[in-house]
Nanobody, 125 residues
Framework: QGQLVESGGGLVQPGGSLTLSCAASGFTIADYAIGWFRQGTGKERDGISSIDSDGSTYYADSVKGRFTISRDIVKNTVYLQIHSLEPEDTANYYC???????????????????WGQGTQVTVSS
């Protein structure tokens, strides 16, 4: 059974940076597309960035230029670097895995095979 565990969230001042981690176990990220989602209070969960099994990446327009997704296949971990944080970035950040990029990019109604439990990012002065 596969599992995803996020970490790296916390309280950050506006303009700051964070790196979130999504550690996978029970499956190999090289065989899956991994996506990051976020959900703010009272908002829907939105796909923001994903990386396909071939390493190609996708970013939602709202985060282009500030977010960078990457992966370390040896560590079986996907990362999300976030720069120039804004209060609007405050949310619970989740990672998810599926063999289809469309699913983890939030462009398909199908559900990911695996979800993490989330890590909270709060941007406030």
């Amino acid at each position: 059974q596969g599992q995803l565990v996020e970490s790296g969230g916390g309280l950050v001042q506006p303009g700051g940076s964070l790196t979130l981690s999504c550690a996978a176990s029970g499956f190999t990220i090289a065989d899956y597309a991994i996506g990051w989602f976020r959900q703010g209070t009272g908002k829907e969960r939105d796909g923001i960035s994903s990386i396909d099994s071939d390493g190609s990446t996708y970013y939602a327009d709202s985060v282009k230029g500030r977010f960078t997704i990457s992966r370390d296949i040896v560590k079986n971990t996907v990362y999300l670097q976030i720069h120039s944080l804004e209060p609007e970035d405050t949310a619970n950040y989740y990672c998810a895995a599926h063999r289809s990029l469309a699913v983890v990019a939030g462009a398909s109604p199908a559900s990911p095979d695996y979800w993490g439990q989330g890590t909270q990012v709060t941007v406030s002065s």
